[in-house]
């Protein structure tokens, strides 16, 4: 039995700001365009989660009077500090020798979550169809192998792959142009890299974790406009990561902890090392007294121009952290990824109306800003392979003697996946008990994050050899899952490998670290997954 099929001018997959952004660029640029957006979360934001500090450079030109359009965008930064940690100590940064690239003061803190739902609401204003819980599953194909579209998944199956009663048949979306912006390590993007060959002859992508908890504090120890980071303990010198404090309106602290995936030791724990993080003395008083009110982790990408894959194939574009435009030493991706979607618009334009082949996407691409943008951060990430020390100081030669021109590029030497080493030869990691008040379990946070799936439906988690986590991973690497995974989705009970995959907040860590690349995420049924609120 064939699907039922709907025709469309562009299908987009993913309603983050890369696909938001163009949707409405679209629309603005020809209001008769067929154009819809798939959104596997319950709602527009449920699924995303960012620091954010924002910068507006491409929403002036996509919406260049949003201030007039009620957008959630109103508390500007107005002060920095950074601080190098010891185990009890801090050292203050002077933020005049800063690099510019991490210097915020035009820009704003704000609720990526809440800046897409705006967005949806522009995209719905000039008729863009937008389906939440409706994820995209599957890439269709014409038979001249070019992309035809996607299907959604089919619902109301249980775990056996057997139809209940509430089974629903997935449809398919056929378009001119399907535009896949998913995210970092898209499911489907994924795919398409492996399949068209875009990433041949780059380097190995690079990724992160992203831990956030959202505070409500008292008067006295909020300064609404502080943007604070800071790098050195938890961590050692040879794994790459840091934190984000970001004193948001009403009292509220979005509070972070980013680490490389590229770290060695399979003891480690990324949600443990944010949470060790926050018993420092100079977090500590932060925070003492005041409500965890949010949680959330999601996968970053950081690969830069050196991974960049192309971004175009035949009848189909990856646009935004599908792609990996995020410029990691400004720790920042929104304005990149929402500069991607505008030059995807104009495209799609030039290839509906002038059958202009889809290549002039990515050549656009590397004229705009947002290319240059990632051209000058391009060493930053590979030079931490040296550590931390030496990757500041080139840091600070690179950016600001050198401004990003230095003539020459580092290379990223190998995936994530590939940096453990064997745990025997690693020293154990003691994590404290956490107190409840400052310090949190896994059980705890998953909760807060909303999460639900469907019971009784395929996991969605699958393994390619299931016997190999405890034959193989877990005797070499005293199997990491169980401690990379933020939410405790990977347990080994009594020699038994189990997957708790109803936790899941699709960060997609798992799909990355697992060193034998046995994990593959794909799309649970639509709406499964976290509803996080303002993360």
């Not at 509906?352 to 290549?359: E, G, P, V």
């Not at 990632?374 to 930053?380: G, I, K, S, T």
């Not at 409840?436 to 999460?451: C, E, H, P, R």
């Not at 991973?473 to 995959?501: H, M, W």
Request: hydrophobic share 35%; with cysteine.
């Amino acid at each position: 039995m064939s699907r039922e099929a709907i025709e469309y001018d562009v299908v987009i997959v993913g309603a983050g700001p890369a696909g938001l952004t163009t949707a409405i660029k679209l629309k603005q640029l020809d209001p008769n365009l067929s154009v819809c957006i798939l959104e596997k979360g319950s709602e527009v934001g449920a699924h995303i989660l960012s620091g954010n500090v924002f910068e507006t450079k491409a929403l002036d030109e996509l919406i260049p009077n949003w201030r007039n359009e009620n957008a959630p965008i109103k508390t500007k930064v107005s002060k920095e500090k950074f601080l190098f940690l010891g185990k009890k100590s801090s050292l203050s940064w002077p933020t005049w020798l800063l690099p510019a690239v991490q210097k915020n003061h035009k820009n704003y803190i704000i609720s990526l979550a809440n800046f897409c739902r705006w967005l949806a609401e522009q995209a719905d204003k000039l008729g863009v169809e937008i389906f939440p819980g409706f994820p995209a599953s599957e890439v269709l194909y014409n038979d001249d192998g070019s992309v035809k579209g996607v299907a959604t998944l089919d619902m109301g199956l249980d775990k056996e792959g057997n139809k209940k009663d509430t089974y629903q048949e997935g449809m398919e979306l056929h378009a001119k142009v399907t535009v896949f912006s998913e995210g970092c390590r898209g499911h489907l993007g994924k795919q398409l890299i492996k399949k068209f060959n875009l990433d041949e002859g780059k380097n190995p992508q690079q990724y992160g974790i992203g831990l956030k908890e959202i505070w409500e504090v008292s008067e006295q120890q909020h300064q609404e406009g502080l943007v604070m980071h800071t790098a050195g303990w938890p961590l050692d010198s040879k794994t790459y990561g840091g934190s984000f404090i970001y004193h948001a309106e009403n009292r509220q602290i979005y509070l972070g902890y980013v680490i490389g995936l590229d770290y060695q030791n399979p003891y480690l724990s990324p949600f443990d090392e944010f949470q060790r993080f926050k018993t420092h003395p100079a977090i500590r008083k932060m925070f003492e007294g005041g409500k965890r009110i949010s949680f959330g982790a999601r996968a970053l990408i950081e690969g830069g121009i050196q991974s960049l894959p192309k971004m175009y194939m035949p009848g189909a574009l990856l646009i935004g952290c599908d792609a990996g435009t995020l410029n990691m030493p400004k720790i920042k991706g929104s304005h990149t990824a929402m500069k991607s979607g505008i030059v995807a618009a104009e495209a799609i334009i030039e290839n509906i109306k002038n059958k202009a082949d889809l290549s002039i996407y990515e050549k656009k691409f590397k004229e705009s800003w947002a290319y240059k943008e990632l051209h000058a951060a391009r060493n930053v990430k590979p030079s931490f392979s040296w550590g931390l020390i030496l990757g500041i100081i080139f840091t600070g030669i690179d950016q600001i003697l050198f401004r990003g021109k230095l003539p020459f590029t580092l290379k990223h030497k190998h995936a994530d996946h590939e940096a453990l080493k064997p745990a025997k030869e690693m020293p154990k990691i003691e994590y404290p008990k956490p107190d409840g008040k400052l310090t949190f379990d896994k059980t705890s946070s998953v909760y807060l994050t909303g999460t639900n799936h469907t019971e009784n439906q395929p996991v969605h988690l699958k393994l390619k050899d299931p016997e190999l986590p405890i034959k193989y991973t877990l005797q070499k690497y005293d199997e990491p899952a169980q401690r990379y995974c933020p939410v405790g989705v990977y347990e080994v009970q009594k020699e038994k490998f189990v997957i708790n995959s109803q936790n899941c907040i699709h960060c997609k860590t798992c799909d990355i670290k697992e060193p034998s690349q046995n994990i593959t995420w794909v799309c649970p049924e639509g709406g499964g997954g976290p509803k996080y609120g303002n993360m």
